[in-house]
Protein backbone atom coordinates (compact mmCIF):
# COMPACT_ATOMS: atom_id res chain seq x y z
CA UNK A 1 0.00 0.00 0.00
CA UNK A 2 1.32 3.33 -0.76
CA UNK A 3 0.37 7.14 -0.32
CA UNK A 4 1.82 10.20 -2.39
CA UNK A 5 1.86 13.23 -0.37
CA UNK A 6 1.94 16.33 -2.95
CA UNK A 7 2.22 20.34 -2.39
CA UNK A 8 -0.41 22.55 -3.74
CA UNK A 9 1.42 25.22 -5.87
CA UNK A 10 4.71 24.07 -3.77
CA UNK A 11 6.80 27.21 -4.48
CA UNK A 12 3.40 29.40 -4.39
CA UNK A 13 2.52 28.37 -1.27
CA UNK A 14 6.03 28.51 -0.01
CA UNK A 15 5.70 32.41 -0.21
CA UNK A 16 2.69 32.92 0.54
CA UNK A 17 3.84 31.61 3.78
CA UNK A 18 5.78 34.84 4.71
CA UNK A 19 3.29 37.28 2.84
CA UNK A 20 0.04 36.58 3.42
CA UNK A 21 -1.29 39.41 1.36
CA UNK A 22 -1.26 37.16 -1.38
CA UNK A 23 -3.64 34.72 -0.17
CA UNK A 24 -6.68 34.83 -2.80
CA UNK A 25 -4.09 37.03 -5.68
CA UNK A 26 -2.93 35.69 -8.73
CA UNK A 27 0.63 34.93 -8.07
CA UNK A 28 3.40 32.86 -9.92
CA UNK A 29 6.71 31.88 -9.50
CA UNK A 30 9.16 32.82 -12.56
CA UNK A 31 12.51 30.69 -13.87
CA UNK A 32 16.06 31.69 -13.60
CA UNK A 33 16.53 34.78 -14.93
CA UNK A 34 12.65 35.93 -14.57
CA UNK A 35 11.66 34.17 -18.03
CA UNK A 36 8.47 32.04 -17.49
CA UNK A 37 6.18 30.60 -15.18
CA UNK A 38 7.49 27.40 -13.26
CA UNK A 39 4.61 27.69 -10.50
CA UNK A 40 0.72 29.52 -10.41
CA UNK A 41 -1.29 29.47 -8.04
CA UNK A 42 -5.13 28.35 -8.41
CA UNK A 43 -6.00 32.13 -9.35
CA UNK A 44 -3.22 32.50 -11.96
CA UNK A 45 -4.47 29.63 -13.59
CA UNK A 46 -8.15 30.38 -13.60
CA UNK A 47 -6.24 33.73 -15.64
CA UNK A 48 -5.52 31.35 -18.02
CA UNK A 49 -2.08 31.18 -17.65
CA UNK A 50 -0.09 28.31 -18.76
CA UNK A 51 3.29 26.27 -17.00
CA UNK A 52 6.10 27.80 -18.95
CA UNK A 53 4.13 31.04 -20.11
CA UNK A 54 7.05 33.59 -20.70
CA UNK A 55 6.59 36.35 -18.42
CA UNK A 56 7.18 39.07 -21.39
CA UNK A 57 4.05 37.85 -22.57
CA UNK A 58 1.40 37.87 -19.44
CA UNK A 59 3.61 40.68 -17.81
CA UNK A 60 0.20 42.84 -18.49
CA UNK A 61 -2.10 40.85 -16.27
CA UNK A 62 0.10 42.40 -13.39
CA UNK A 63 -1.79 45.91 -14.27
CA UNK A 64 -5.15 44.46 -15.61
CA UNK A 65 -5.83 41.50 -13.07
CA UNK A 66 -3.40 42.50 -9.90
CA UNK A 67 -0.71 39.51 -11.01
CA UNK A 68 2.02 39.27 -8.67
CA UNK A 69 5.33 37.81 -10.20
CA UNK A 70 8.35 36.30 -7.65
CA UNK A 71 11.93 35.43 -9.10
CA UNK A 72 12.17 32.00 -8.26
CA UNK A 73 13.52 31.27 -4.23
CA UNK A 74 15.02 27.71 -4.17
CA UNK A 75 16.71 28.21 -0.60
CA UNK A 76 13.69 28.91 1.03
CA UNK A 77 11.63 25.83 -1.37
CA UNK A 78 14.47 23.45 -0.25
CA UNK A 79 14.68 24.33 3.50
CA UNK A 80 10.75 24.24 3.51
CA UNK A 81 10.82 21.15 1.80
CA UNK A 82 12.87 19.52 4.19
CA UNK A 83 10.24 20.61 7.09
CA UNK A 84 7.15 19.40 5.17
CA UNK A 85 9.04 15.56 4.09
CA UNK A 86 10.06 15.25 7.65
CA UNK A 87 6.42 15.43 8.61
CA UNK A 88 4.76 13.36 6.10
CA UNK A 89 7.49 10.73 6.54
CA UNK A 90 4.88 10.06 10.11
CA UNK A 91 2.54 8.41 8.36
CA UNK A 92 4.14 5.39 6.97
CA UNK A 93 7.26 3.26 8.01
CA UNK A 94 9.05 4.27 4.60
CA UNK A 95 9.46 7.07 2.79
CA UNK A 96 10.91 7.65 -1.19
CA UNK A 97 11.22 11.44 -1.75
CA UNK A 98 9.80 12.07 -5.20
CA UNK A 99 10.78 15.01 -6.26
CA UNK A 100 11.06 18.98 -4.04
CA UNK A 101 7.09 18.72 -3.19
CA UNK A 102 6.65 14.94 -3.64
CA UNK A 103 6.81 11.96 -1.15
CA UNK A 104 5.68 8.62 -1.46
CA UNK A 105 5.15 6.31 1.81
CA UNK A 106 4.94 2.80 2.26
CA UNK A 107 1.74 1.94 4.07
CA UNK A 108 2.49 -1.86 4.77
CA UNK A 109 1.54 -2.74 8.44
CA UNK A 110 -0.08 0.62 9.21
CA UNK A 111 -3.15 -0.13 11.26
CA UNK A 112 -6.37 1.38 11.54
CA UNK A 113 -7.73 3.94 9.30
CA UNK A 114 -5.62 5.19 6.53
CA UNK A 115 -7.92 8.04 5.53
CA UNK A 116 -8.62 8.95 8.90
CA UNK A 117 -4.47 9.21 9.33
CA UNK A 118 -3.70 10.86 6.29
CA UNK A 119 -6.44 13.51 6.71
CA UNK A 120 -4.10 13.92 10.31
CA UNK A 121 -0.76 14.61 8.81
CA UNK A 122 -2.32 16.43 6.28
CA UNK A 123 -3.52 18.84 8.67
CA UNK A 124 -0.39 18.72 10.65
CA UNK A 125 2.01 19.73 7.69
CA UNK A 126 -0.58 22.90 7.52
CA UNK A 127 -0.14 23.50 10.76
CA UNK A 128 3.19 23.17 11.25
CA UNK A 129 4.67 24.61 7.45
CA UNK A 130 1.68 26.64 6.19
CA UNK A 131 2.23 24.30 2.82
CA UNK A 132 -1.55 22.83 1.85
CA UNK A 133 -1.11 19.47 0.25
CA UNK A 134 -3.06 16.47 -1.19
CA UNK A 135 -2.62 13.21 -0.34
CA UNK A 136 -3.71 9.71 -2.56
CA UNK A 137 -4.00 6.38 -1.24
CA UNK A 138 -3.71 3.22 -3.82
CA UNK A 139 -2.29 -0.32 -3.83
CA UNK A 140 0.54 0.44 -6.37
CA UNK A 141 2.47 3.64 -6.45
CA UNK A 142 0.83 5.10 -10.03
CA UNK A 143 -2.64 4.42 -8.49
CA UNK A 144 -1.35 6.45 -5.20
CA UNK A 145 0.07 8.66 -7.90
CA UNK A 146 -3.46 9.34 -9.72
CA UNK A 147 -5.42 8.92 -6.28
CA UNK A 148 -3.75 12.71 -5.36
CA UNK A 149 -4.51 13.92 -8.62
CA UNK A 150 -8.32 13.13 -7.93
CA UNK A 151 -7.33 14.30 -4.18
CA UNK A 152 -6.09 18.19 -5.76
CA UNK A 153 -8.57 18.50 -8.60
CA UNK A 154 -11.97 17.95 -6.53
CA UNK A 155 -10.78 20.47 -4.39
CA UNK A 156 -9.58 22.83 -7.44
CA UNK A 157 -12.33 22.08 -9.52
CA UNK A 158 -15.78 21.03 -7.56
CA UNK A 159 -17.67 19.11 -9.87
CA UNK A 160 -15.00 17.08 -11.70
CA UNK A 161 -14.91 14.23 -8.83
CA UNK A 162 -17.08 13.83 -6.33
CA UNK A 163 -16.38 16.47 -3.37
CA UNK A 164 -15.32 13.32 -0.90
CA UNK A 165 -12.43 12.93 -2.45
CA UNK A 166 -10.93 16.22 -2.43
CA UNK A 167 -7.82 16.71 -0.20
CA UNK A 168 -7.46 12.69 0.46
CA UNK A 169 -8.49 10.22 -1.66
CA UNK A 170 -8.04 6.51 -0.44
CA UNK A 171 -8.58 3.88 -3.70
CA UNK A 172 -7.01 1.35 -1.67
CA UNK A 173 -11.10 0.70 0.25
CA UNK A 174 -12.71 1.05 -2.99
CA UNK A 175 -14.42 -1.71 -4.87
CA UNK A 176 -13.98 -2.64 -8.70
CA UNK A 177 -16.86 -0.76 -9.58
CA UNK A 178 -16.21 2.16 -7.93
CA UNK A 179 -12.66 2.17 -8.97
CA UNK A 180 -13.17 1.86 -12.42
CA UNK A 181 -15.33 4.86 -12.46
CA UNK A 182 -12.66 6.95 -11.15
CA UNK A 183 -10.42 5.30 -13.97
CA UNK A 184 -13.16 6.47 -16.48
CA UNK A 185 -13.44 10.01 -15.29
CA UNK A 186 -9.60 10.44 -15.91
CA UNK A 187 -7.97 11.36 -19.12
CA UNK A 188 -5.03 8.73 -20.20
CA UNK A 189 -2.85 11.86 -20.42
CA UNK A 190 -3.10 12.69 -16.59
CA UNK A 191 -1.00 8.58 -15.48
CA UNK A 192 1.72 9.05 -14.03
CA UNK A 193 3.98 7.70 -16.44
CA UNK A 194 2.30 8.71 -20.24
CA UNK A 195 3.82 11.48 -21.71
CA UNK A 196 2.71 13.78 -24.15
CA UNK A 197 4.01 11.44 -26.89
CA UNK A 198 2.43 8.48 -25.64
CA UNK A 199 -1.26 9.92 -24.75
CA UNK A 200 -0.91 11.54 -28.39
CA UNK A 201 -0.56 7.62 -29.83
CA UNK A 202 -3.08 6.34 -27.14
CA UNK A 203 -5.46 8.75 -28.00
CA UNK A 204 -5.06 8.01 -32.03
CA UNK A 205 -6.08 4.21 -31.19
CA UNK A 206 -9.09 4.94 -29.38
CA UNK A 207 -7.70 4.73 -25.46
CA UNK A 208 -9.08 8.29 -23.98
CA UNK A 209 -8.91 7.20 -20.30
CA UNK A 210 -7.09 6.03 -17.40
CA UNK A 211 -9.56 2.56 -17.32
CA UNK A 212 -9.14 1.93 -21.11
CA UNK A 213 -5.83 1.97 -21.09
CA UNK A 214 -5.49 -0.28 -18.04
CA UNK A 215 -7.88 -3.12 -20.14
CA UNK A 216 -5.38 -2.57 -23.23
CA UNK A 217 -3.55 -6.29 -24.16
CA UNK A 218 -0.20 -6.01 -21.82
CA UNK A 219 1.52 -7.78 -25.52
CA UNK A 220 0.42 -5.08 -27.35
CA UNK A 221 1.76 -2.42 -25.35
CA UNK A 222 4.69 -3.82 -24.74
CA UNK A 223 5.11 -4.35 -28.46
CA UNK A 224 4.16 -1.52 -29.83
CA UNK A 225 5.03 0.87 -26.83
CA UNK A 226 7.18 -0.19 -24.07
CA UNK A 227 7.59 -2.57 -21.22
CA UNK A 228 7.12 1.21 -18.96
CA UNK A 229 3.88 1.89 -20.39
CA UNK A 230 3.03 -2.15 -20.17
CA UNK A 231 4.17 -1.79 -16.38
CA UNK A 232 1.88 1.34 -15.84
CA UNK A 233 -1.09 -0.29 -17.12
CA UNK A 234 -0.26 -3.46 -14.99
CA UNK A 235 -0.41 -0.72 -11.58
CA UNK A 236 -3.35 0.47 -12.48
CA UNK A 237 -4.91 -2.78 -12.91
CA UNK A 238 -3.38 -2.62 -9.27
CA UNK A 239 -0.67 -4.86 -9.83
CA UNK A 240 2.53 -2.98 -7.58
CA UNK A 241 5.51 -3.24 -10.10
CA UNK A 242 7.16 0.03 -8.15
CA UNK A 243 8.68 -0.35 -4.25
CA UNK A 244 9.12 2.50 -2.30
CA UNK A 245 13.22 3.10 -2.99
CA UNK A 246 14.42 4.60 0.27
CA UNK A 247 17.64 5.62 -0.61
CA UNK A 248 17.89 7.57 -4.42
CA UNK A 249 19.91 5.83 -6.97
CA UNK A 250 23.02 7.73 -8.02
CA UNK A 251 22.58 9.68 -11.00
CA UNK A 252 24.50 8.58 -14.55
CA UNK A 253 25.19 12.24 -15.40
CA UNK A 254 25.32 15.52 -13.09
CA UNK A 255 25.09 19.30 -14.67
CA UNK A 256 25.43 22.81 -13.80
CA UNK A 257 23.67 24.29 -16.90
CA UNK A 258 22.45 28.25 -16.49
CA UNK A 259 20.93 31.14 -18.69
CA UNK A 260 22.66 34.50 -18.33
CA UNK A 261 20.88 37.44 -16.92
CA UNK A 262 22.40 39.56 -19.82
CA UNK A 263 24.32 38.39 -23.61
CA UNK A 264 27.91 37.77 -22.54
CA UNK A 265 30.86 38.58 -25.02
CA UNK A 266 33.89 37.99 -23.34
CA UNK A 267 36.04 35.19 -22.83
CA UNK A 268 37.25 36.08 -19.06
CA UNK A 269 33.55 35.88 -17.98
CA UNK A 270 32.50 32.82 -19.88
CA UNK A 271 35.58 31.32 -17.77
CA UNK A 272 34.26 32.75 -14.67
CA UNK A 273 30.90 31.14 -15.47
CA UNK A 274 32.18 27.74 -16.45
CA UNK A 275 34.56 27.53 -13.17
CA UNK A 276 31.22 28.66 -10.77
CA UNK A 277 29.56 25.49 -13.36
CA UNK A 278 31.98 23.04 -12.79
CA UNK A 279 32.23 23.45 -9.14
CA UNK A 280 28.82 23.55 -8.48
CA UNK A 281 28.93 19.62 -10.61
CA UNK A 282 31.40 18.50 -7.89
CA UNK A 283 29.99 19.15 -4.88
CA UNK A 284 27.04 17.27 -6.39
CA UNK A 285 29.38 14.34 -7.79
CA UNK A 286 31.13 14.36 -4.12
CA UNK A 287 28.11 13.90 -2.49
CA UNK A 288 27.16 11.11 -3.90
CA UNK A 289 30.59 9.79 -3.91
CA UNK A 290 31.15 9.17 -7.33
CA UNK A 291 34.28 9.95 -9.92
CA UNK A 292 33.47 11.37 -13.46
CA UNK A 293 35.62 10.03 -16.33
CA UNK A 294 34.73 12.76 -18.86
CA UNK A 295 33.97 16.43 -18.62
CA UNK A 296 31.41 18.15 -21.22
CA UNK A 297 30.76 22.23 -21.66
CA UNK A 298 28.81 24.02 -24.00
CA UNK A 299 28.14 27.53 -25.18
CA UNK A 300 25.22 28.88 -27.08
CA UNK A 301 23.38 32.07 -28.05
CA UNK A 302 19.87 32.92 -27.52
CA UNK A 303 17.43 30.93 -30.50
CA UNK A 304 14.70 33.42 -29.35
CA UNK A 305 17.09 36.73 -30.53
CA UNK A 306 17.06 37.82 -34.20
CA UNK A 307 20.77 37.98 -34.05
CA UNK A 308 23.63 35.68 -35.31
CA UNK A 309 23.59 31.95 -34.06
CA UNK A 310 26.18 29.73 -32.32
CA UNK A 311 25.79 26.40 -29.92
CA UNK A 312 29.14 24.46 -29.64
CA UNK A 313 30.25 21.64 -27.01
CA UNK A 314 33.37 19.84 -26.25
CA UNK A 315 33.69 16.73 -24.19
CA UNK A 316 36.98 16.47 -22.64
CA UNK A 317 38.38 13.00 -21.71
CA UNK A 318 40.23 13.27 -18.11
CA UNK A 319 43.63 11.09 -17.48
CA UNK A 320 41.92 9.36 -14.44
CA UNK A 321 38.66 9.69 -12.67
CA UNK A 322 38.23 12.38 -10.16
CA UNK A 323 35.69 14.67 -8.07
CA UNK A 324 38.40 17.00 -7.85
CA UNK A 325 36.99 20.67 -8.65
CA UNK A 326 40.31 21.72 -9.74
CA UNK A 327 40.99 18.95 -12.34
CA UNK A 328 37.60 18.97 -13.72
CA UNK A 329 37.21 22.59 -13.90
CA UNK A 330 40.62 22.75 -15.75
CA UNK A 331 38.91 20.20 -18.28
CA UNK A 332 35.78 22.50 -18.13
CA UNK A 333 38.00 25.53 -19.45
CA UNK A 334 40.10 23.54 -21.64
CA UNK A 335 36.84 22.85 -23.78
CA UNK A 336 35.79 26.22 -23.23
CA UNK A 337 38.40 27.66 -24.99
CA UNK A 338 38.41 25.03 -27.80
CA UNK A 339 34.67 26.59 -28.62
CA UNK A 340 34.82 29.94 -27.94
CA UNK A 341 33.91 32.31 -30.25
CA UNK A 342 34.20 36.30 -30.11
CA UNK A 343 31.40 38.69 -32.01
CA UNK A 344 29.09 36.62 -30.73
CA UNK A 345 26.01 37.04 -27.44
CA UNK A 346 26.03 34.31 -25.61
CA UNK A 347 23.12 33.58 -23.09
CA UNK A 348 23.62 29.77 -21.80
CA UNK A 349 26.57 27.51 -20.91
CA UNK A 350 27.15 24.82 -18.63
CA UNK A 351 29.15 21.66 -17.72
CA UNK A 352 28.13 18.04 -17.85
CA UNK A 353 29.85 15.35 -15.87
CA UNK A 354 29.79 12.34 -17.70
CA UNK A 355 30.43 8.21 -17.28
CA UNK A 356 30.53 8.43 -13.80
CA UNK A 357 31.75 5.63 -11.48
CA UNK A 358 31.96 4.59 -8.13
CA UNK A 359 34.52 6.57 -5.71
CA UNK A 360 35.97 3.24 -4.51
CA UNK A 361 37.05 2.18 -7.65
CA UNK A 362 40.73 2.36 -7.71
CA UNK A 363 42.76 3.25 -10.64
CA UNK A 364 46.84 3.12 -10.90
CA UNK A 365 48.76 5.90 -12.75
CA UNK A 366 51.91 6.95 -12.82
CA UNK A 367 53.69 9.04 -10.43
CA UNK A 368 54.96 11.01 -13.85
CA UNK A 369 50.79 12.25 -13.74
CA UNK A 370 50.27 15.22 -11.73
CA UNK A 371 47.99 13.94 -8.74
CA UNK A 372 44.78 15.55 -8.05
CA UNK A 373 44.65 18.57 -5.06
CA UNK A 374 44.58 16.94 -1.48
CA UNK A 375 41.14 15.36 -1.01
CA UNK A 376 41.15 16.60 2.44
CA UNK A 377 40.76 19.53 0.48
CA UNK A 378 37.69 19.04 -1.12
CA UNK A 379 36.19 17.90 2.39
CA UNK A 380 36.77 20.95 3.70
CA UNK A 381 35.77 23.29 0.77
CA UNK A 382 32.54 21.29 0.76
CA UNK A 383 32.30 21.61 4.87
CA UNK A 384 32.80 25.55 4.81
CA UNK A 385 30.26 26.02 1.76
CA UNK A 386 27.68 24.08 3.52
CA UNK A 387 28.45 25.41 7.06
CA UNK A 388 28.77 29.29 5.67
CA UNK A 389 26.66 29.16 2.84
CA UNK A 390 27.21 28.71 -1.04
CA UNK A 391 30.18 30.59 -2.87
CA UNK A 392 32.52 30.85 0.58
CA UNK A 393 34.94 29.45 -0.76
CA UNK A 394 35.33 29.36 -4.55
CA UNK A 395 38.25 28.48 -6.81
CA UNK A 396 40.11 31.06 -8.46
CA UNK A 397 39.13 30.93 -11.61
CA UNK A 398 35.54 31.56 -10.87
CA UNK A 399 35.89 34.85 -9.78
CA UNK A 400 34.79 36.71 -6.15
CA UNK A 401 31.20 35.68 -5.61
CA UNK A 402 30.67 38.87 -3.59
CA UNK A 403 30.96 41.00 -6.97
CA UNK A 404 28.28 41.67 -9.43
CA UNK A 405 29.27 39.33 -12.19
CA UNK A 406 28.21 39.68 -15.88
CA UNK A 407 26.46 35.98 -16.35
CA UNK A 408 24.83 36.73 -12.93
CA UNK A 409 21.36 35.62 -13.22
CA UNK A 410 18.33 38.12 -13.14
CA UNK A 411 16.67 37.50 -9.78
CA UNK A 412 14.88 41.33 -9.62
CA UNK A 413 11.73 39.88 -7.87
CA UNK A 414 12.86 37.75 -5.37
CA UNK A 415 11.88 37.51 -1.93
CA UNK A 416 13.87 37.10 1.36
CA UNK A 417 15.35 33.82 2.33
CA UNK A 418 13.58 34.04 6.06
CA UNK A 419 14.70 30.67 6.70
CA UNK A 420 18.06 29.93 5.75
CA UNK A 421 20.00 33.86 6.22
CA UNK A 422 20.01 35.68 9.60
CA UNK A 423 19.89 38.41 7.65
CA UNK A 424 16.56 37.68 6.64
CA UNK A 425 15.00 36.37 9.26
CA UNK A 426 11.17 37.90 9.33
CA UNK A 427 10.91 40.35 12.21
CA UNK A 428 7.43 40.59 14.31
CA UNK A 429 6.60 43.58 15.82
CA UNK A 430 3.91 44.14 18.20
Known sequence: MFALVDGNNFFVSCERIFRPSLNHTPVVVLSNNDGCAIARSNEAKALGIKMGAPWFKIRHLADSHGLVALSANFALYGDISDRMMAIAAGLGPSQEIYSIDESFIGLDGVRGSLLRRAHTIRSRILQWTGIPCGIGIGPTKTLAKLANYIAKTAERTPGSYPAHYAQ???????NTEARNALLAATDVSEVWGVGRQYATQLKACGVQTALELSRMDL????????????????????????????????????????????????????????????????????????????VLCFIRTSPFRKEKQYSRSACTQLLWPTSDSVAIAQAALAGLNGIFKSGYNYAKAGVMLLDLQDATLGQQRLELCEPDTSPGLMVTLD??????????LLIASAGLAGNRRAWSMKQERRTPQYTTRWEDLATVRA
Request: include cysteine; aromatic fraction near 4%.
Open 168 to 174: VCDMSTL
Open 219 to 294: HLIRSRWSVVLERTARELQGVACMEIEDIAPDKKEIACTRSFGHPVTRLEDLQEAVSEFASRACEKLRRQHSHANK
Open 383 to 392: ALNQRYGRGT
